[in-house]
């Protein structure tokens, strides 16, 4: 019964990420550090899901803005320490979330026992001046801990990942192409053909065999006539279709009748005559040295990437396992049934066969057989033409000196008004911070002054990393008004497209930006960066 309820419960999400993937996700535990209207937001969209549990750590307590910007908060919260206030209200979303607090600050627990962040599975900072975001992400990319930064400044959404690597099975491509194999018909698929002879059918098999078994059988008949080559050209294409359109049945009158599954033939052309082959992606996987060289340190994804790569290059003859689905299609039952047997019971047995080459992987690291699950295996047969890597830089490696990336930065800002002028304008206002001890613009009398000071700010910033560039004086000023401001709106979008990352890290589907993200509320625009 509590399965039920659970699954009526989280049905939407269901269907985006699966059972596995809401596994993975109240599997998880989660530690947000300061608990500001984005962090808030943040968490709110990861405890209605579901989140197995978080933590967050904040020493502040809640002042009158906090109670201004965060809709969580009440006056009655004034003067109470933020991080429980906001855990005890979060906890109200969700009874199936567990919620933790810890009343201190990050530099504190990073002096006296920096090992507390490595239990957890994300850590989320919003907020931190710089001087602690670089011994938090050292700390956190040493331990392996995938760490989100979200920073909203004014009407300026900032985020940055930084991951050693993030391995991505289930990627969800947008119009990913239909695995026939039509080009290169598999000895199952053959003998399936050869059971329908489209001259000998009656009617009423004719209007029903499925679209594919028609290209199919005609593309049988062009290659006959051609030496075995398929229709490359857009020329030769449109033959083909008159070829195919040629075969439709006719009255007693002569008139060609109304068969759909013919035009949706006709129609479904380019995607048949799709060529079956190894996408660059793949191969860089392939060739990857995480996948050539197998040790008992490997994770899974590359212990399965070996294993479909030995497929590949023995049974699959260059191909990946079939993925053993097709298309929603015009046929009777019994007619599509038979035809998608034939690619699951093929897309089975090349997962059959990637399994013996896992065990005898991980028999060859000293690992046991069921180390890997028969439920994965066939995951990654499944998905394996839509596999993804993501390797972001360190934060030290974007902050250093002679591991900027300065050629792309001054390369985007040939346009000054590119979302790259709003790092450079952050990474001022962390300058200013540094030597004032305070954001510009905080005081309202302060924002005249205040330009000079972090026009020296930005102006030193670029001298220092050799950035011969130039920023209009109208986005100094601007960040001089905002004053470090948060406002609510900027926090709930920052806090929806974080937590949409942060699903994406736990449960590793669908693909994470790599690896800032700018967002310029001004104008409704975004832009990510590879920093």
């Given at each position: 019964?509590?399965?039920?309820?659970?699954?009526?419960?989280?049905?939407?999400?269901?269907?985006?990420?699966?059972?596995?993937?809401?596994?993975?996700?109240?599997?998880?535990?989660?530690?947000?550090?300061?608990?500001?209207?984005?962090?808030?937001?943040?968490?709110?969209?990861?405890?209605?899901?579901?989140?197995?549990?978080?933590?967050?750590?904040?020493?502040?307590?809640?002042?009158?803005?906090?109670?201004?910007?965060?809709?969580?908060?009440?006056?009655?919260?004034?003067?109470?320490?933020?991080?429980?206030?906001?855990?005890?209200?979060?906890?109200?979303?969700?009874?199936?979330?567990?919620?933790?607090?810890?009343?201190?600050?990050?530099?504190?627990?990073?002096?006296?026992?920096?090992?507390?962040?490595?239990?957890?599975?994300?850590?989320?900072?919003?907020?931190?001046?710089?001087?602690?975001?670089?011994?938090?992400?050292?700390?956190?990319?040493?331990?392996?801990?995938?760490?989100?930064?979200?920073?909203?400044?004014?009407?300026?959404?900032?985020?940055?990942?930084?991951?050693?690597?993030?391995?991505?099975?289930?990627?969800?491509?947008?119009?990913?192409?239909?695995?026939?194999?039509?080009?290169?018909?598999?000895?199952?698929?053959?003998?399936?053909?050869?059971?329908?002879?489209?001259?000998?059918?009656?009617?009423?098999?004719?209007?029903?065999?499925?679209?594919?078994?028609?290209?199919?059988?005609?593309?049988?008949?062009?290659?006959?006539?051609?030496?075995?080559?398929?229709?490359?050209?857009?020329?030769?294409?449109?033959?083909?279709?008159?070829?195919?359109?040629?075969?439709?049945?006719?009255?007693?009158?002569?008139?060609?009748?109304?068969?759909?599954?013919?035009?949706?033939?006709?129609?479904?052309?380019?995607?048949?005559?799709?060529?079956?082959?190894?996408?660059?992606?793949?191969?860089?996987?392939?060739?990857?040295?995480?996948?050539?060289?197998?040790?008992?340190?490997?994770?899974?994804?590359?212990?399965?990437?070996?294993?479909?790569?030995?497929?590949?290059?023995?049974?699959?003859?260059?191909?990946?396992?079939?993925?053993?689905?097709?298309?929603?299609?015009?046929?009777?039952?019994?007619?599509?049934?038979?035809?998608?047997?034939?690619?699951?019971?093929?897309?089975?047995?090349?997962?059959?066969?990637?399994?013996?080459?896992?065990?005898?992987?991980?028999?060859?690291i000293g690992r046991p057989p069921e180390s890997i699950s028969e439920r994965d295996i066939r995951l990654f047969c499944r998905n394996c033409a839509f596999l993804r890597v993501v390797r972001c830089r360190s934060l030290a490696e974007e902050y250093g000196l002679n591991t900027a990336k300065k050629e792309d930065i001054v390369s985007l800002m040939d346009n000054p008004d590119n979302e790259i002028v709003f790092y450079l304008m952050?990474?001022?206002?962390?300058?200013?911070?540094?030597?004032h001890g305070r954001y510009p613009g905080v005081y309202n009398y302060q924002i005249e002054g205040d330009f000079g000071k972090l026009k020296t700010c930005l102006n030193g910033f670029l001298q220092e990393y050799g950035l011969s560039l130039s920023v209009k004086d109208d986005y100094i000023q601007e960040f001089c008004r905002y004053g470090a401001a948060e406002p609510h709106t900027i926090a709930s979008f920052l806090g929806g497209?974080?937590?949409?990352?942060?699903?994406?890290?736990?449960?590793?589907?669908?693909?994470?930006?790599?690896?800032?993200?700018?967002?310029?509320?001004?104008?409704?625009?975004?832009?990510?960066?590879?920093?």
């Amino acid at each position: 019964m509590a399965a039920i309820v659970k699954e009526q419960k989280y049905d939407r999400q269901l269907r985006l990420w699966g059972d596995h993937g809401q596994e993975a996700l109240e599997s998880a535990h989660v530690c947000l550090i300061n608990a500001t209207a984005t962090g808030t937001e943040i968490l709110k969209n990861l405890v209605l899901p579901g989140i197995g549990c978080f933590t967050i750590v904040d020493g502040n307590v809640v002042s009158g803005e906090d109670v201004g910007n965060n809709f969580f908060l009440q006056r009655s919260s004034i003067g109470k320490n933020r991080a429980q206030t906001t855990m005890e209200l979060l906890q109200e979303l969700n009874e199936d979330v567990t919620g933790h607090f810890v009343p201190e600050s990050p530099d504190l627990l990073l002096d006296s026992d920096p090992s507390f962040f490595c239990k957890f599975t994300l850590v989320i900072a919003t907020q931190l001046p710089e001087s602690t975001l670089l011994p938090l992400a050292e700390t956190l990319w040493n331990y392996n801990i995938p760490l989100l930064i979200c920073r909203p400044y004014g009407f300026i959404g900032y985020m940055r990942i930084i991951v050693k690597e993030h391995t991505v099975i289930e990627s969800h491509p947008d119009n990913a192409l239909e695995d026939l194999r039509l080009d290169q018909p598999f000895s199952e698929l053959k003998e399936h053909l050869q059971l329908c002879d489209l001259d000998r059918m009656e009617r009423k098999d004719h209007i029903h065999t499925p679209w594919i078994i028609v290209v199919a059988k005609y593309l049988e008949k062009w290659r006959r006539e051609n030496d075995g080559q398929m229709p490359k050209s857009y020329k030769e294409k449109e033959q083909f279709r008159d070829l195919i359109r040629q075969g439709i049945l006719k009255n007693e009158n002569g008139v060609p009748e109304d068969e759909e599954n013919f035009h949706e033939a006709v129609k479904n052309v380019n995607t048949a005559l799709n060529t079956t082959k190894l996408p660059s992606n793949i191969k860089d996987i392939f060739n990857d040295e995480r996948c050539t060289n197998i040790s008992p340190q490997s994770s899974p994804f590359w212990i399965l990437s070996r294993a479909v790569k030995d497929f590949t290059e023995a049974e699959g003859k260059g191909n990946l396992p079939l993925r053993g689905t097709i298309p929603d299609m015009i046929s009777d039952s019994d007619k599509f049934i038979k035809l998608q047997n034939v690619y699951r019971e093929k897309a089975k047995n090349d997962a059959a066969a990637v399994e013996n080459y896992i065990s005898k992987l991980l028999q060859s690291i000293g690992r046991p057989p069921e180390s890997i699950s028969e439920r994965d295996i066939r995951l990654f047969c499944r998905n394996c033409a839509f596999l993804r890597v993501v390797r972001c830089r360190s934060l030290a490696e974007e902050y250093g000196l002679n591991t900027a990336k300065k050629e792309d930065i001054v390369s985007l800002m040939d346009n000054p008004d590119n979302e790259i002028v709003f790092y450079l304008m952050l990474r001022a206002v962390d300058r200013f911070q540094k030597q004032h001890g305070r954001y510009p613009g905080v005081y309202n009398y302060q924002i005249e002054g205040d330009f000079g000071k972090l026009k020296t700010c930005l102006n030193g910033f670029l001298q220092e990393y050799g950035l011969s560039l130039s920023v209009k004086d109208d986005y100094i000023q601007e960040f001089c008004r905002y004053g470090a401001a948060e406002p609510h709106t900027i926090a709930s979008f920052l806090g929806g497209t974080a937590a949409q990352e942060a699903i994406k890290i736990i449960t590793k589907q669908f693909v994470i930006f790599n690896n800032t993200f700018i967002y310029n509320a001004m104008l409704q625009t975004s832009a990510t960066f590879r920093l």
